[in-house]
């Protein structure tokens, strides 16, 4: 350990404090012999050469530091040289600890960061990420909050954001957190075991703090903790937050699998695969000259594909139900038993009935 690690403000509040209790001049002396800090100015930055002075050494986890020396010879002095030493050492090993912590905090934050941006990780980071995750029942997501200013409610965003970032990180110490902008947090954890205990914290410093509205959503969830999964749960996350925000403002709390489709369907807009989603539903709207088969379609949807439910619904016999369920997949070359054709064909039906709501075309 090395000089360096001296801290010289600390230094500087050891010496003061001690000279409260001792007249006597103190320094504190690194590895080198150099003084960093001593009550005689004109002594910082010196070799200390005093040879008058009771020396005690400086350690922290076994390695010497350096050492404080107190001026004069007398028992009463070595003792309170004793003393401050000890105080010294308990000052030094927590500002060390408080470094490394430090030194943590922004490695994981630089780790999450990459994650929310697709950024490759380096190999200690991937590594580091591992071992987060190597437990059997990690169900990796992420979790966005977004943290905003009640109507006359005062206070800085910036700084409330920190102190729930502190929160959080020190309830879930294994989680992931990091700012994302000057009023979001995404925050990477387990969502099956941790999400509880994250949930009553926010609750509580809801409680705590009045003049800000925190609102939360899950990305998400996995088992796979690769970074490409990672990042489509984040992206998850603020799609939830920002659709959610919208459509129920009085909740605060949500999860992607509550908005999953109509995520999709927003976020088809800009998907390259579009036109394979729309393009079955097209050719039925073609061949559709009085609108029965689609709204055939939307009532069997309705009816979790259930005929005579759907039947009834529709107010149709059962074989002109099975007649119209026929030409929709002839027309559309889909085929309604399959999961994935249903899939297709109502993400594009829901996406069809929204543009017409709207004004526009399919």
């Not at 055939?296 to 005929?307: A, S």
């Amino acid at each position: 350990m090395n000089h360096q690690q001296i801290d010289t403000h600390i230094a500087k509040e050891l010496v003061e404090r001690a000279r409260r209790f001792v007249n006597a001049d103190i320094s504190i002396v690194n590895t080198e012999g150099k003084i960093v800090y001593s009550n005689v100015a004109e002594r910082i930055g010196d070799t200390d050469d005093n040879k008058t002075a009771i020396n005690i050494p400086l350690r922290v986890d076994d390695a010497i530091i350096g050492a404080i020396g107190v001026s004069g010879r007398s028992r009463e002095v070595r003792s309170l040289a004793m003393l401050i030493g000890s105080m010294a050492e308990l000052s030094f090993r927590e500002a060390q600890r408080s470094r490394q912590d430090g030194s943590t905090l922004a490695r994981e934050s630089v780790i999450c960061r990459k994650l929310i941006s697709r950024q490759p990780l380096l190999t200690d980071e991937r590594e580091y990420l591992q071992s987060m995750t190597m437990s059997s029942d990690f169900f990796t997501g992420f979790i966005a909050i977004r943290l905003h200013v009640r109507k006359n409610g005062g206070g800085k965003v910036a700084d409330a954001l920190a102190q729930l970032k502190k929160t959080l990180k020190e309830k879930v110490p294994s989680s992931l957190i990091t700012e994302t902008g000057t009023d979001t947090l995404a925050l990477l954890t387990n969502l099956k075991s941790q999400k509880k205990t994250l949930q009553n914290a926010i609750s509580a410093w809801r409680e705590w703090e009045h003049r800000f509205i925190v609102r939360t959503a899950s990305g998400r969830e996995s088992s796979d903790a690769s970074p490409e999964a990672l990042f489509h749960s984040w992206r998850s996350a603020v799609s939830t937050l920002q659709l959610a925000a919208e459509a129920c403002p009085k909740e605060l709390d949500y999860e992607y699998r509550q908005f999953m489709l109509p995520i999709m369907i927003r976020n088809m807009d800009a998907s390259t695969e579009i036109d394979d989603i729309v393009s079955p539903l097209n050719k039925i709207i073609q061949q559709d000259k009085n609108g029965a088969l689609l709204k055939t379609l939307d009532g069997w949807f309705r009816c979790n594909n259930r005929p005579l439910e759907t039947a009834s619904f529709l107010h149709i016999h059962r074989n002109t139900l099975e007649y119209r369920l026929n030409l929709i997949e002839k027309y559309s070359n889909m085929d309604l038993t399959k999961i994935g054709d249903r899939f297709s064909l109502y993400i594009a039906l829901e996406r069809y009935k929204a543009n017409q709501s709207a004004g526009s075309s399919l």
